[in-house]
């Protein structure tokens, strides 16, 4: 059994590593805790283990009653949805379903161009593109979050100005297209890597960098290499939206473990994912004279990669 010293919940799975509620590192526990309370009749018996339903999307601990992932929204009711070469299928959250982090929570709207309608808590802030904005309370303080490499970010066509919202209060975020949202609870010590105008919003306590592939637009377009949105948290857990065109595929790959993809169906990898071009010459004809050639990105493991059914080429592409 295994014990969250920040709250004091246990975790009964061996594999769960951070506290599902604040993030926290979880330590094993070698003692076990006797109740001086006589068990009241009805009730749970104090000396059973606590049960718990790990959601198979985040692996985040819920109670036995939750219908949805706490952290994450997805339904618990539901398996998995996996094709044969190992592509899970990113859960289709329900309306009105609630996401918590923090002291604060994510109510997910609609369906075909899903809405984020946050409730902020004190303390609490989440940065996005100032595009994406739908609504907000007039008592919700904005300002903007000093970025590095400015102007590298502009001529890369990568968001340069990125908006802060400040708790306490109401704000709402849509991407303005249809997919759907993407929820990636980020437990400390993790970093990932998200396509240029994917990301809705995240949560104050993760860092927000970018990072660039080379190659990949010289080969596709010309230019000085592909941009991407990076995420990092350290000691504090974090909340991550994305949005996806179409629907949202995800495949953890194995240490060296190859697959070649659409360019314009990236959406996120873990860092530990390597990312290069791949040029693929197309021939016909008896002794390949003529055809023509395509350019692919080569994703190698180990690590997590999602993908959207969308293709989707902006220019730094």
Known sequence: MKYCPTCNRTYTEDRQKFCSVDG?????????????????????????????????????????????????????????????????????????????????????EGEIVPVAEMSLGPGDAVFFEHHVLLWKDATVPMSVMPLSGGAKRLFAGMPFIVSIAQGPGRVAFSRDATGELVVLPLHPGMELDVREHAFLLASHSIDFTYVQIKGLRNILFGGQGMFMDRFVTTSTPGLLLLHGYGNVFERTLAAGETILIEPGAFLYKDASVTMNAQPIKLTSGLFGIGGTSMNLAQISGPGRVGIQSMYVHHHTQ
């Open 24 to 108: 926290t590192q979880l330590l094993n526990n070698q003692v076990t805790v006797v109740s001086q309370k006589a068990q009241t009749p009805g009730q749970p018996d104090p000396l059973e283990p606590i049960q718990r339903v790990e959601c198979q999307w985040c692996q985040s601990q819920n109670e036995r009653t939750a219908l949805s992932c706490r952290s994450c929204g997805a339904p618990l009711d539901i398996r998995n949805l996996v094709s044969e070469s190992g592509w899970r299928e990113a859960p289709r959250l329900k309306d009105m379903t609630e996401i918590r982090f923090g002291n604060s929570t994510c109510q997910v």
